[in-house]
Every structure is written in structure tokens, then in C-alpha cells.
């Protein structure tokens, strides 16, 4: 009778804290016993209480929700709470999200990057003065485009989008797939009084849509499988003609 024996799992791990002075990244390896259902935030777990305590990551809800534990595992991002390791090889590497702020080790602050994006692309809905007023009821919505809105602020702004992106790399004030994907959920709502030109003037250059290289990396990597890709497609498609409108000045 053959008995099967726990995996012994290497992990290595991009170390470096920027706020140690002369602090250097470096790759550190820890072994661990693969248990039964283990996920990547428990093994990263068992490093830190039984290898080394100073190990940085983050981690909030656990369940693929909180988008915090992102990271980038053996060259793609994903989170860490949703990834078991009998999906992956016996050596896995991870390293934290690029792009964002490094706070240390696997741990990256997205707060500046998201909150500046959402800033800049004016992220709620636009009401018209004298509409504002929180003792009205808000007219009835058919139930389809309820549930394709829904679908869209299914994100959780984990950066995993940001991270497979090329566009970013290159382009620093690209918006993204996340970005793009907030213009398209406000773009759906019918609660939004912004006109099209609005939306133009926000993702109408290199920076918003047109940047998009169409690389597909940013839905390969999406733990919540948005549809981000059709959704970009749509956006161009709508902006050209908007801008195609604009400038033989028939007006949005």
C-alpha cells in the first residue's frame, strides 16, 4: 500500500524594506510541510510564525474580497487568500504588485494609487442639482442593467489589473483596466448625469482608452473574471465616434 506523504514546499520570497537604511532586495527561500487545502496567505502564515516573524504582507478578509493580499506568484499577480498551493509546483516564487507603493516584502499601500485614480476620473455618480436630494426615491432600474452594473463594481480595486498591465509600464497616467472599468460602470448608469463629452474629456486620449495596447493581461489576471476586455472595446468604439462627432461640430 503506497503512502502519500505531504509536499515540501520552497518557497523564496523578493525581501526588502525601503524604510531599513541599507536595506537590499534579495531572494530568501523557506521550506515548509504543504497541508491539506493550504492556501498561499496559510503557508505565508506558517513562514511568519515558525521561520521568521518580520516577514510583511497583508491580508484582511481571506476570502477574496478585500483584494489586500495581492501579489505577484511565480510571475502573475494573483491573491493569496484565493490560491492553493497543490495548484502550483513544489518551488514558488512571489515578489510584491509593481507600480504601487512598496510598504516592505510582499506588502504594497494601493490607497494613493486608487484613491488618485478615482479622483481624477470623478468616481461616483453626478447628479444634477437640483436633483440632489435624499428624500426622493430613486426611479426604477430594469433589472439587466442593474445586474451589468453590478458586475462591474465587482471590483475590489486589488491591483492585479495594474500589475499584468504593459500599458503602465510604459505609461505612467495610463487609467488602467480598473479605471476604465469605473467609466463604464457610471457610463451604464442611467443615475449619472454626466453627457458623453464628460466622459470623452475623462478617457478620450493615450492616457485612457486609446493607450490600451489590447495585451489582454489585465482580464487574464482578474480574480473576479470582470469582463474588462469587451468593456474597453466598447468604451473605444463609443469614445471614437463621440470624438468623430466633436470634431465636425455636430455636438455630444
Not at 101 to 128: C, K, P, Q, Y
Not at 139 to 149: F, N, W
Amino acid at each position: 500500500m503506497k503512502i502519500e506523504t505531504n509536499r515540501r514546499l520552497k518557497i523564496s520570497i523578493l525581501r526588502f524594506d525601503p524604510h531599513v537604511k541599507g536595506d537590499k532586495p534579495r531572494m530568501e527561500t523557506y521550506e515548509i510541510e504543504e497541508a491539506p487545502g493550504m492556501t498561499l496567505f496559510i503557508a505565508l502564515n506558517d513562514i511568519r510564525q515558525h521561520h521568521d516573524a518580520s516577514l510583511k504582507f497583508d491580508f484582511v478578509c481571506r476570502a477574496g474580497i478585500c483584494g489586500s493580499c495581492a501579489m505577484i506568484i511565480n510571475g502573475k499577480p494573483d491573491l493569496a487568500c484565493r490560491t492553493l498551493t497543490k495548484k502550483l509546483p513544489g518551488e514558488i516564487t512571489l515578489a510584491p504588485l509593481p507600480v504601487f507603493e512598496l510598504i516592505g516584502d510582499l506588502s504594497v499601500f494601493t490607497g494613493n494609487w486608487m484613491r488618485g485614480l478615482n479622483e481624477r476620473l470623478e468616481a461616483w455618480i453626478h447628479e444634477e442639482e437640483s436633483e440632489f436630494n435624499f428624500n426622493l426615491l430613486e426611479e426604477p432600474m430594469e433589472p439587466e442593467l442593474a445586474d451589468e452594473i453590478y458586475e462591474l463594481d465587482r471590483c475590489i480595486e486589488c491591483g492585479c489589473c495594474v500589475a499584468g498591465c504593459g500599458t503602465i509600464q510604459m505609461r505612467e497616467e495610463f487609467v488602467g483596466a480598473v479605471g476604465l472599468n469605473k467609466i463604464a460602470r457610471y457610463q451604464l448608469d442611467p443615475r449619472d448625469k454626466r453627457s458623453d463629452k464628460d466622459y470623452y474629456d475623462l478617457i478620450g486620449d493615450e492616457d485612457g482608452v486609446f493607450g490600451c495596447m489590447t495585451l489582454l493581461g489585465c482580464e487574464d489576471v482578474c480574480p473576479k473574471n470582470l469582463p474588462l476586455q469587451s468593456k474597453i472595446a466598447y468604451l473605444r468604439r463609443k469614445m471614437l465616434t463621440i470624438g468623430m462627432k466633436d470634431k465636425s461640430g455636430c455636438g455630444c
